[in-house]
């Protein structure tokens, strides 16, 4: 592997001072991760990252980045010692930006990111050398820890960028120099930290601040009046040029039609005048607009569309945002399958509602299971910071239209008892206070022919149903994914 820093321009970047040389090749904050060559940056969060640095000496690591000599560690061995970890990060992030001719994309939004993030690194992928965001790496150490890994010859870069209270986009988009700034969509979730949706889309305006000379401002221009308005004014006061996508007239990057099948999507949309017809190889209908999205930023780089939209047709969603999956239920006869759809990374109304609308659209198989029909099951996990109305927006998950489709829905923790209580007796599955009593009965909840959805925030740990439905079966040599 190339080197990515050396000792001497690492300590230039930090203002770190280290007692001998070495060549990094990578950067990490996990040691569990951690690659032979990486820096390791000893970042203090829920644990101090310096009670791993003799781990992660010995893993192979060039060097640690550290605020003091760490236990069982030499003061003359391979460390860059600096006074503040946090800060020195975010000089060697604004360090990798700066030696870079790459054009920057900036992506926030409520509902999104990262699956437009991962769809712009498939369409782009013939086009150049890309770095992206690892996950959903989009926070105080996630965004200049992209920046830092950053290759010098890049030359496209994917950076996400997420907030969970008022202040936290703008820094962010300021160290990043943004090319291109995007907002997928404005929608409630974070909405403890924020008095109301305006106060969202504010924050999600300040990735403009972030914006280069001569880059441009992309935004949905399907948002509500009272979020738009603001947007559109804070893209304009930039002074850059200002691009909408979505479905509404005045979008230069138009969504035309979208037509669903049990295992893609076809989308037909107006590219700034350019008519394009192309396809997913997953079901959504939220995802066409953050392939439209994706395809506009190619357009405004001034790359090959056609190229892009056949690229973007082999991609799949990141694991646990709606990776679908078959599983063989009786190894000995292969008819007995049960599709899983793991969506349980994160949840707002408005994921539930698409993840939802995808269930729906599902085709189960009937006359194999001990049932005889198949059916649409969700396993539907609390949504969390949504503040003092949570109850009503977890109750209000009963007026999606695609709930009529169901056949039988789980619910797991106290928020969402309140949609548990609205649904009719036909529907209605178990409540369990906690993901790991559902995830103990596992076995009863499914038969083969059956799609099921589990969808939540992170911190409902409905994926411990997941990983329990997965341990029920075997997965098939040929799998296939789907939404957001």
């Not at 106060?199 to 601040?209: D, H, L, Q, R």
């Amino acid at each position: 592997m190339s080197v990515l820093w050396t000792a001497a321009d690492a300590a230039a970047a930090t203002g770190g001072r280290t007692p001998t040389d070495w060549q990094a090749t990578g950067v990490s904050i996990d040691t569990r991760t951690l690659a032979p060559g990486d820096l390791f940056v000893a970042l203090t969060d829920v644990r101090d990252g310096h009670d791993f640095v003799a781990d992660a000496l010995a893993k192979g690591a060039a060097a640690a980045l550290v605020s003091r000599v760490p236990e069982g560690v030499a003061p003359d061995g391979p460390l860059l010692v600096v006074d503040d970890i946090q800060a020195a990060l975010e000089r060697l992030g604004a360090a990798g930006r700066a030696r870079t001719k790459a054009k920057v994309v900036g992506i926030t939004g409520s509902v999104g990111k990262t699956s437009t993030k991962e769809m712009l690194r498939a369409a782009l992928d013939r086009q150049g050398k890309v770095h992206a965001a690892e996950a959903s790496y989009n926070n105080h150490w996630g965004v200049p820890l992209t920046l830092a890994r950053m290759a010098p010859d890049a030359d496209f870069a994917l950076i996400e960028i997420g907030m969970n209270r008022p202040g936290e986009i703008a820094p962010l988009a300021r160290l990043a120099r943004l090319d291109v700034a995007m907002i997928t969509t404005v929608a409630a979730a974070h909405l403890e930290a924020f008095d109301d949706i305006l106060g969202i889309a504010v924050e999600k305006a300040a990735i403009f601040e972030g914006l280069e000379p001569g880059g441009s401002c992309m935004f949905n221009g399907d948002l509500d009046q009272q979020p738009l308005m603001h947007i559109e004014g804070a893209a304009w006061a930039t002074g850059e040029p200002v691009f909408r996508f979505g479905a509404d007239d005045s979008c230069h990057y138009r969504l035309r039609t979208v037509k669903l099948t049990k295992d893609s999507t076809v989308i037909q949309a107006d590219l700034n005048d350019t008519p394009v017809l192309f396809k997913l190889c997953v079901p959504g209908r939220h995802l066409a607009l953050n392939a439209v999205a994706a395809l506009a930023v190619v357009d405004i780089l001034g790359l090959d569309l056609a190229l892009a939209a056949q690229d973007l047709s082999g991609w799949t969603p990141p694991a646990g945002r709606g990776t679908r999956e078959q599983l063989l239920l009786d190894p000995v006869d292969e008819r007995l399958t049960l599709d899983l759809i793991d969506d349980a990374f994160n949840a707002n109304p408005t994921s539930m509602a698409a993840a939802l609308d995808v269930l729906a659209a599902a085709e189960p198989v009937h006359g194999i299971g001990r049932i005889q029909k198949g059916r649409r099951i969700a396993v539907l996990g609390d949504m969390l910071e949504l503040g003092e109305t949570e109850m009503d927006l977890h109750a209000g998950l009963s007026e999606v239209p695609a709930l009529q489709g169901l056949d039988l829905i789980y619910c797991v923790g106290p928020r969402m008892r309140a949609l548990h209580d609205t649904l009719p007796e036909n529907q209605r599955g178990h409540w369990t206070e906690t993901a790991q009593e559902l995830a103990a009965r596992a076995h009863t909840l499914i038969d083969a022919g059956d799609v099921l959805l589990i969808k939540g925030s992170k911190g409902s740990r409905v994926s411990l149903v997941v990983d329990a439905i997965r341990k029920l079966g075997h997965p098939l040599a040929a799998e296939f994914e789907g939404s957001d």
